[in-house]
């Protein structure tokens, strides 16, 4: 018991501190494009850590096999180098009772794997795709922001405004550039407004109006010398009416239960990815074992390349047999079991290699001291 409690501490520190990173990485760089986002007035910037929050049991039901994978390679990877393994094998400990000690706390990780994939990432999602659609029934005055050019409708409208009241319904100093769309270059030409002051109403039936006070409006089409300027004491234009869609569309965010039982392939994909997920963690188990044991002389990062190589293979692997599966080019019998099947023979073949190199190496020995 003392030896299986050090050595799952040190495997589940070392995982610990590694998801940490790399959760770190990841949702840092997540963050920075959803900030970008905000910026140019996509999304809300309020939004943006509820978002995030959203998204976090997504990360981790990918981080935390690579964890556990890096965890158990630089755990033991260091006993091995300071020689603790080789007292451990001198008392009995073979690769095999190592592997079933290792897979208690690959289990309790399998657990939360589970958990995250069957349940809790599928709620994150659905939850963040009710936001984005919400953010984009909201019209370009709900994420407006005072002294700051705003592009929309992939920077066909440009939007600005000196200052704008608490409550969003009064505008000061705007700026409305329009691009038109039209079949000549005089259609194609631009529209712009501007006013030195404006405000939102909402009609009883729902509809909203952009009403602008003592403006002017210029049409006309660069590099055309006809353009038209308007003065107009207040001009309205009608908005376009918020449509909140309760639909969610994402594989990742349907319910686990209404995979159940369905008989097309989007879903037994997502199902079979989501059952995966938790099996991924033992197999990967399996494979980093006997991927840790290194020799001293040669450091505990000889085989960390490889092994991570090899991680990768298996996770590509599977993202592509899943999409094959959805698109008909795989058979429902072989699903995504033929790639964990793949990776569980090469597990096995990783573990028992060894010991049975260094016994024909010991026979062959023994005979040739034989023949001396």
Excluded: C
């Excluded at 850590?49 to 033991?76: H, K, N, S, V």
């Excluded at 550039?177 to 712009?192: H, L, T, V």
């Excluded at 392939?265 to 990815?273: H, T, V, Y």
């Excluded at 072989?334 to 793949?342: C, F, K, Q, R």
């Amino acid at each position: 018991m003392i030896v299986f409690r050090y050595l799952s501490r040190e495997v589940l520190l070392t995982l610990s501190a590694v998801s940490a990173v790399l959760l770190v990485i990841i949702m840092s760089g997540r963050f920075v494009k959803y900030l970008a986002q905000a910026a140019s007035g996509a999304l809300d910037p309020g939004s943006l850590f509820l978002i995030m929050g959203f998204r976090l049991p997504g990360f981790l039901q990918l981080i935390l096999p690579l964890g556990l994978f890096l965890g158990i390679l630089l755990a033991y990877g260091r006993l091995y180098l300071e020689s603790e393994m080789t007292v451990l094998s001198a008392t009995g400990m073979s690769q095999q009772r190592l592997l079933g000690m290792t897979m208690i706390p690959a289990a309790g990780v399998a657990l939360v794997m589970a958990w995250l994939s069957l349940s809790l990432a599928p709620q994150g999602a659905m939850q963040f795709q009710l936001l984005l659609n919400k953010q984009d029934a909201m019209t370009e005055f709900d994420t407006l922001e005072p002294g700051r050019f705003q592009a929309l409708n992939d920077g066909t409208r440009v939007t600005y405004t000196e200052t704008m009241t608490d409550d969003r319904a009064n505008l000061g100093g705007v700026f409305i550039s329009q691009k038109n769309q039209g079949e000549n270059q005089k259609d194609r030409g631009i529209s712009i407004l501007v006013a030195d002051s404006g405000r939102q109403e909402v009609r009883p039936d729902g509809s909203r109006y952009l009403v602008l006070e003592n403006g002017y409006r210029y049409d006309g089409s660069p590099g055309l010398a006809d353009y038209r300027a308007i003065k107009y004491d207040t001009y309205g234009v009608m908005l376009a009416r918020p449509d909140i869609s309760e639909e969610v569309t994402d594989r990742d965010a349907l319910p686990t239960a209404s995979l159940f039982g369905s008989q097309e392939l989007r879903s037994i994909a997502e199902l079979q990815w989501r059952i995966s997920l938790p099996l991924l963690v033992f197999i990967v188990t399996l494979m980093a074992v006997p991927l840790s044991r290194v020799n001293p002389r040669q450091g505990r990062f000889l085989k960390l390349l490889p092994a991570i190589l090899l991680y990768m293979t298996y996770l590509t692997l599977l993202t592509y047999a899943r999409g094959w599966l959805e698109n008909g080019k795989t058979p429902l019998v072989l699903g995504l079991w033929w790639v964990h099947a793949i990776f569980l023979a090469v597990g096995l073949a990783l573990l028992y290699w060894e010991p049975l190199r260094l016994k024909m190496q010991s026979r062959r020995s023994m005979k040739e001291m034989a023949r001396g």
